[in-house]
């Protein structure tokens, strides 16, 4: 089925590991964002990706990086986790900006200890 | 800086009372206003986009309507399937995306 597929889908972490959100695509779409979903907070947007090759910092970027791959992967790395970082995070595409809305993948639950 | 307030936090209903879902917002040149759906454990999904005051548009049991200020989700008669949180979002003049924090909302049978 056509849509974003996330890995992992769950996590734990120990404090000052690092790893990568891996994030892909298959609906030939040109945006790509990175959400992580608190309870009481909402989606907060981390980071996004216009276009194959450009990347751009969303609210709450730090502590986190991210990669463009190619127009079908972006992914998102900590470098080294915080309990703070303990979520859920969502990947989401969409054809041409947000006007024809976000297409989101089913996340990864990430803990930090 | 975009700003979008969903109302009730929850909302419980028995099975067939129709009610409706609040979300104001605040937004430099709205471009558009977005109303998902997101069921536990799962990723929210694309329901409705409305562009201008005085827009409606309906999905089965679902009709969404846009003022200046709000946007209200009504559902009629709902079933328990309805169950689950709703997320208004805009997109304005930013190019971003403002999401809520949504209603959610279960359906007693």
């Known amino acids: 089925n056509a849509g974003v597929t996330q890995t992992p889908k769950f996590q734990v972490l120990k404090t000052g590991q690092s790893m990568t959100l891996q994030c892909a695509q298959d609906?030939?779409?040109?945006?790509m964002y990175w959400y992580r979903q608190d309870p009481g907070m909402g989606l907060r947007l981390i980071y996004y990706?216009?276009?194959?090759?450009?990347?751009d910092k969303g609210e709450v970027p730090n502590g986190y990086n991210v990669s463009r791959l190619n127009k079908r992967e972006f992914s998102l790395r900590l470098e080294s986790a915080a309990p703070s970082q303990t979520s859920v995070y969502f990947c989401?595409?969409?054809?041409?900006?947000?006007?024809?809305?976000?297409?989101f993948g089913s996340g990864t639950r990430l803990t930090v200890v | 800086e975009d700003q979008v307030t969903q109302s009730p936090e929850a909302l419980r209903l028995q099975e067939g009372e129709s009610s409706s879902l609040n979300c104001s917002y605040t937004?430099?040149?709205?471009?558009?206003l977005f109303w998902y759906r997101q069921d536990p454990g799962k990723g929210p999904e694309f329901l409705f986009t409305?562009?201008?005051a005085g827009e409606e548009k309906e999905k089965e049991r679902l009709k969404a309507t846009l003022t200046k200020k709000e946007s209200f989700l009504h559902i009629t008669a709902p079933k328990p399937e309805d169950s689950a949180t709703y997320l208004c979002?805009?997109?304005?003049?930013?190019?971003?995306?403002?999401f809520g924090t949504g209603t959610r909302l279960t359906i007693i049978p």
């Open positions: 989401a595409s969409s054809a041409q900006g947000a006007d024809y809305g976000y297409t």
């Open positions: 609906m030939n779409h040109n945006s």
């Open positions: 990706s216009a276009s194959e090759g450009t990347t």
């Open positions: 937004v430099s040149g709205l471009r558009g």
């Open positions: 409305l562009y201008s």
């Open positions: 979002a805009v997109y304005g003049g930013n190019e971003k995306l403002t």
